[in-house]
């Protein structure tokens, strides 16, 4: 099983960057890996997204469902048969005049073989989308 951790603290307000987190379908246009992104249900603060994720030569699809709590929290999981186990946690601290941004991601895919592969990339992976998100903030935003 993977496990990764990050926490940035950005000067920008909490409920802007939360609505960057929450609007996957923007994701392909500055996440790396990501390369589609369609949203085919949403009911209030939950949605579920088919996405299309490639890390070199591998490329994979899958589904997810995610559960808004705004402004302090994004929770993600899969119930697709690529995973064992699958979930995203974001988390908005409002920290001074700006905000704590903190993710959480766990998964396990169902190919070892797989997995082995995703063990040794998904850590620099998600430094670069977390690197993204930051990026991404602060064209937006100006922080």
Do not use: K
Not at 34 to 43: G, I, K, P, S, T
Not at 114 to 125: G, H, I, M, N
Not at 129 to 142: I, K, L, S
Request: net charge neutral; hydrophobic share 45%.
């Amino acid at each position: 099983m993977t496990v990764f951790a990050e926490s940035r603290i950005m000067i920008a307000p909490r409920d802007r960057l939360f609505e960057l987190v929450a609007d996957v379908e923007s994701y392909p246009s500055f996440l790396p890996m990501w390369q589609d992104v369609r949203v085919f249900e949403r009911v209030g603060n939950l949605y579920r997204t088919e996405q299309i994720i490639g890390i070199g030569r591998l490329q994979e699809r899958f589904r997810t469902q995610t559960v808004l709590m705004p402004p302090l929290r994004i929770q993600v999981t899969s119930g697709d048969p690529l995973f064992r186990d699958f979930y995203i946690h974001w988390d908005f601290y409002n920290i001074g005049l700006g905000c704590r941004i903190s993710v959480a991601i766990q998964w396990q895919l169902a190919s070892p073989t797989l997995q082995r592969v995703v063990d040794r990339f998904l850590p620099s992976a998600a430094r670069t989308v977390v690197a993204a998100f930051e990026t991404r903030a602060r064209e937006e935003f100006g922080c």
